[in-house]
């Protein structure tokens, strides 16, 4: 089974690497873009573990490894 984590910083916390994003592209004419946070994109791939296991499992895995949960969020989907 597929996992893909998706981590970001916390709405809290500034993104310079966004806002230059940002900045860009108004400088390209697309003044209508009006927020641009940046992330990470994780997948897993998982073997001999159940869909409910692994439910469990990946925030754990994210919050001791992925992300910093002090600065970062994160949401994961299960690919099957």
């Known amino acids: 089974m597929k996992v893909r984590v998706l981590v970001s910083f916390k709405d809290s916390i500034l993104d310079p690497q966004g806002k ?3 900045h860009s592209l108004h400088t390209l004419g697309y003044d209508f873009v009006d927020e641009v946070r ?20 990946i925030p ?6 992925l992300a910093n949960p002090i ?10």
């Open 20 to 22: 230059t994003v940002k």
């Open 60 to 65: 754990e895995i994210t919050d001791k490894v």
């Open 71 to 80: 600065i970062e969020k994160f949401s994961f989907e299960i690919m099957d």
């Open 38 to 57: 940046q992330g990470k994109v994780f997948e897993l791939e998982l073997k001999g573990i159940s869909r409910e296991k692994a439910e469990k499992i």
